[in-house]
DNA sequence: CACGAACATCGATGGATGTCGATGCACGTT
DNA sequence: AACGTGCATCGACATCCATCGATGTTCGTG
């Protein structure tokens, strides 16, 4: 189905003006199917209000926590903390550390930074089809 | 509701050798229910493979995307590709234009910025807990 | 004015996910 | 050795979500 000649009649010609059939030939997915996931899998760890809380309270702690700890301020069983905590552990967000009865858990810090390199690359910051949202122009700078 | 006066009672000797309760007083969720929600929210916009190629190819287009651009490289019908472009329409993500017979849509520049901020908000780099993530483990480093 | 195209919405469905209670295991104290 | 504590796992359940097909609306062309 991607043959459709008829996509690449459509011209480019940039006016908007006839129903012809639309459709200029876009880039093919650039993203590979696998990274499309990976990328959606690293978002999706932090897509639950109980595992953000998790990375805050990990991140303005003063050092390793361990569950017992975050059932409390969460609000929620041990077993779901320990299904949370496993979830940003294999999305690479946190480290665990076993010591004793007790199991720490600590934040990535290369993780962290790994998840606003994506958030960039996400975007490309700079390419075309953006729209500047408010100042026109000025479009975050970025690094 | 847990008004474990017990916990407040196990103090923070800091010594995690004896198990007593174990669990220091962590600070309370300093992240409002509302902002984590809002936070989760976000991430969640992106926690789909085709989202997030929807994304990268209106990053990577030249101009404005209309819907029926997507439905081929994404593969999926065009009701499902009107779906997720409204949750990201309602991430603030994207904006819509219409034009005619056809919805333009387009990245919102400000809404990238914010998600770049959120990644690092969520994170406090430079915070105390964190793990450098050294030579220490050498964690799995994934695929 | 009638037809076709693009798009959003509706209803349905299968799969993924958050939550809980109960259980089992490892470890340190008594 | 026996007990208690912290934690991960299991099974179950309710809910959410991605996807599809069908339908209705809007707009431009013949």
């Known amino acids: 189905m991607t043959s459709t000649a008829t996509i690449a009649d459509a ?5 908007v003006s006839s129903p012809v059939r639309c459709c200029a030939p876009l880039a093919s997915p650039a993203l590979s199917d ?8 690293l978002f999706k760890a932090l897509a639950d209000p109980n595992r953000v809380r998790i990375v805050h309270l990990l991140a303005t702690s003063p050092g390793p926590v ?4 975050l059932t409390e301020p969460l609000g929620i069983g041990q077993p779901t903390v320990s299904h949370h905590l496993r979830k940003l552990l294999d999305a690479g967000l946190v480290r665990r550390e076993a010591r004793g009865t007790w199991a720490y858990y600590s934040l ?3 993780a962290l930074d790994r998840l ?3 958030a ?3 975007g490309i910051t700079g390419a075309a089809g953006i729209a500047p949202a408010a100042d026109t ?3 975050t ?3």
Chains 1, 2 share one sequence.
């Not at 696998?34 to 899998?41: D, F, I, L, P, V």
Request: charged residues 30%; hydrophobic residues 30%.
């Open 11 to 15: 011209s480019v010609t940039g006016d």
């Open 116 to 118: 606003v390199r994506v």
């Open 137 to 139: 122009t000025e479009v």
């Open 141 to 143: 700078e970025e690094t």
């Open 34 to 41: 696998t990274e499309a996931g990976a990328t959606a899998a």
């Open 108 to 110: 990535d810090g290369d």
């Open 120 to 122: 960039d690359l996400t």
């Open 66 to 69: 361990c569950v017992c700890d």
